[in-house]
Every structure is written in structure tokens, then in C-alpha cells.
């Protein structure tokens, strides 16, 4: 359910995951009022309402560090990203710095391989894996550096340092795969339980219009929060997916400088 959701556009499955929360919460409120309206008295009200606070209050602790934790491994990876253009930009200056003319091809390679990243990279991230066309730039680009035979002090000093920077770039690139392969976190579906608790504690109160309208709203907005946090929990796909326009921009830059 939650991949078919998370397939569909942005608005779709939003409104979709809303439509469900509020199916399951209205359902479980009128069965719980049907139960608890044969046991009338005021103890039993003042008990589900302190469950009812309890359980709501431990809900909403549940989604806001589900909710942050989503966010800060999103804004991770858009850091990552950055890092890794900084990491490509100092190989190329440092392969003309090496021999501008010499490295020509290794420049030409590097600066498809970063096109690839935008091109075929991103979209088989969507589908959890790495572009088959950047995998075999990158090796290209690896055994054309290992290749380099540094005759000056400087040249093999420029060498060592296009040698870390492919790795760190290598190291970014399955970091991006790691992100794509992780799951929402763990305890959602702990979080959709306790929403349905908190539906049921509100069997104690008549199912007149206000309080159906009130309901409606809890459970359209618990539907909303959990839809974000399973999208953004998969950086590479849906309407929230990390956009790789800096790389992009990056290999339009490098590609004017090679002339």
C-alpha cells in the first residue's frame, strides 16, 4: 500500500493517505461509541479522557521525532550533494593544474560522468539502484587517473588530491543509494495504532455534527503528517524527491570550460 501510494503524484497520494486515516478513524470512533454507550457514567468518561490525553500526547511525540528525523536525513543528503559537486569541481581543476592539455580526456570523462550522475543516477535511484551508464564513467574515470604517471613534485601532489576527491565522490554516490535502499522509520506503524486508540477514546462523546467535523480534521491532518513523513523517508521519488540541480549546473559549468 504504502509504494503504491508513494507512486502516485503528490496530491493523489496525499489525499489518498488522508482518505485512509479518516476511513479508519471515523469506523473505529462509531464502533467505540456503540461499545461504550452501553456503559454510561462519568468515571468511565474522566478514564478515557485521561487515556486519551496520554496516548495523544505520546502520538504526537512519535510523529514530530519521525517527522524530524526524515527532515534532518533529507537535508543530509542535499548537504551531501553539495559536497560532492565541491569534491568534482577540485578534481577538474586539479586535472589542468596536472596538464590541461594531457588530461583532456580524463577531464571530457569526468564531466560526463557528472551528467550521468543528473541523468541516469537519479532516475535508478527512484527504483533503488545506480545507473548502469554513471557506474561504468566512473570506473572509466578511475582506471584514467590510476593511470596518471606524476613526473614533478607538484604533478604527484595534484595527483593525491584527485585521488581523495574520487573517493569521497565514490563515497557520496552510495551514501545517495544507502538513503534510496532506507525504509520510513520503524515505529509508523506503532504511531497508526496509537492514532486508532485515540479514535477510540473519542467513543465517549456523542457522534453529533460538531464533534464528527472535529474528528474529521484530527484524522485528515494525522493523514497529512504521515504521508510526508513516508515521502520524504524516499528522497529519490515522489513530488518531495532531492533535486540534483546543483550537479547539474556543475556539469554545465565544466562542460563551458572545456571548451
Given at each position: 500500500?504504502i ?9 493523489v497520494?496525499c489525499?489518498?493517505?488522508?482518505l485512509?486515516?479518516?476511513?479508519c478513524g471515523?469506523v473505529v470512533y ?10 454510561k457514567g ?8 485521561s487515556?486519551?490525553q496520554?496516548?495523544g500526547m ?5 510523529l514530530?521525532?519521525?517527522f ?7 537535508t543530509a ?6 559536497r ?6 577540485d ?7 596536472y ?10 570523462i ?12 537519479w532516475p535508478?535511484l ?6 548502469e551508464?554513471?557506474?561504468s ?15 614533478t ?6 595527483w593525491?588530491r584527485i585521488?581523495a576527491?574520487l573517493d569521497v ?7 545517495r543509494?544507502d ?29 453529533q455534527?460538531?464533534v ?5 480534521l ?10 510526508l513523513?513516508l ?5 529519490f521519488k515522489g513530488g518531495?524527491a532531492v533535486?540534483p540541480i546543483?550537479?547539474?549546473?556543475l556539469?554545465?559549468?565544466?562542460r563551458?570550460k572545456?571548451?
Amino acid at each position: 500500500m504504502i509504494e503504491f501510494m508513494l507512486s502516485l503524484s503528490t496530491w493523489v497520494g496525499c489525499l489518498l493517505a488522508m482518505l485512509i486515516t479518516t476511513g479508519c478513524g471515523l469506523v473505529v470512533y462509531l464502533l467505540s461509541y456503540k461499545f461504550i454507550s452501553k456503559y454510561k457514567g462519568d468515571e468511565l468518561k474522566e478514564t478515557t479522557s485521561s487515556l486519551f490525553q496520554v496516548v495523544g500526547m505520546l502520538v504526537s511525540l512519535m510523529l514530530s521525532l519521525a517527522f524530524a528525523e526524515v527532515v534532518i536525513d533529507l537535508t543530509a543528503i542535499e548537504n551531501a550533494i553539495e559536497r560532492e559537486a565541491v569534491a568534482i569541481s577540485d578534481i577538474f581543476g586539479d586535472l589542468q593544474l596536472y596538464d590541461l592539455e594531457g588530461t583532456r580526456e580524463i577531464q571530457t570523462i569526468l564531466v560526463d560522468y557528472t551528467q550521468a550522475t543528473v541523468d541516469d543516477d537519479w532516475p535508478s535511484l527512484a527504483n533503488d539502484r545506480l545507473g548502469e551508464l554513471a557506474e561504468s564513467l566512473s570506473k572509466q574515470l578511475e582506471a584514467s587517473v590510476m593511470n596518471l604517471e606524476p613526473a614533478t613534485p607538484l604533478q604527484k601532489y595534484l595527483w593525491s588530491r584527485i585521488l581523495a576527491d574520487l573517493d569521497v565522490a565514490s563515497d557520496f554516490r552510495l551514501i545517495r543509494l544507502d538513503n534510496a535502499l532506507a525504509e520510513p522509520p520503524v515505529y509508523i506503524s506503532v504511531v497508526f495504532f496509537g492514532f486508532l486508540i485515540t479514535m477510540a477514546c473519542f467513543g465517549t462523546y456523542q457522534p453529533q455534527v460538531p464533534v464528527l467535523a472535529l474528528v474529521s480534521l484530527y484524522t485528515v491532518f494525522i493523514g497529512l503528517v504521515l504521508y510526508l513523513i513516508l515521502a520524504l523517508s524516499d528522497p529519490f521519488k515522489g513530488g518531495f524527491a532531492v533535486d540534483p540541480i546543483t550537479l547539474e549546473h556543475l556539469a554545465e559549468t565544466l562542460r563551458a570550460k572545456l571548451g
